[in-house]
């Protein structure tokens, strides 16, 4: 056999030993990621339910998904274990601030901030409400249309009916 008729083959073998070693790392991260759940951490199930671990053992985990209810998952059944800040974004819609935790270096920017606050407190407030002369004019008028049709109509007290 020539070097042309098995070059083929050889590609081929090769292109198959790469693809099992890039899916047994894929294997081994996620062995890795399943191995590292400690109770308290928040996780997404393959199905896409998000809850939090309350036990561990070593083939299943047991979940909170809510006040009262705890389910029992297949270890392999855990897509992700997610960080606290990803979780409580997900779960919660707590978002987590991080220029809320910078102090300032010095009282001044303290200060500033209440300036223009006082500022716009001093000024005269403004009605944003929409106002329009036509609709005024128009009003007394379909008032008064209204009281005479009432007058003109015949009242009725509680035994009357027009059903005949």
């Known amino acids: 056999m020539s070097l042309v008729t ?5 590609v081929l073998i090769g292109a198959m030993f ?3 070693r890039s899916a047994k790392k894929k294997q081994q991260q996620a062995a890795d990621m ?3 759940m400690q109770p308290g951490s928040g996780v997404r199930t393959i199905g896409g339910m998000y809850a939090t671990v309350k036990e561990v053992n070593d ?3 047991l979940l909170d998904a809510g006040p009262g209810v705890d ?3 297949a270890k392999n059944a855990i897509g992700a274990v997610l960080s606290d800040d990803e979780y409580n974004r997900i779960v ?3 978002e987590h601030d991080l220029k809320a935790d910078v102090v300032p270096d010095d009282a001044s920017s303290l200060t500033e901030a209440d300036e ?3 500022a716009a407190s001093d000024e005269k407030s403004v009605d944003l409400g929409k106002k329009d002369e036509t609709d005024k004019t128009e ?6 249309a209204a009281e005479a049709k009432t007058e003109d109509a015949p009242k009725k007290t509680e035994g009357d009916s027009d059903a005949k």
Not at 6 to 10: G, K
Not at 139 to 144: D, F, G, H, L, Y
């Open 92 to 94: 919660h819609g707590v």
């Open 116 to 118: 223009p606050a006082a």
């Open 6 to 10: 098995l070059l083929p083959f050889i």
């Open 71 to 73: 389910l029992l998952f």
């Open 34 to 36: 399943r191995n590292q």
């Open 139 to 144: 009003e007394p008028s379909e008032a008064v």
């Open 59 to 61: 083939d299943t985990v």
């Open 18 to 20: 790469l693809m099992t």
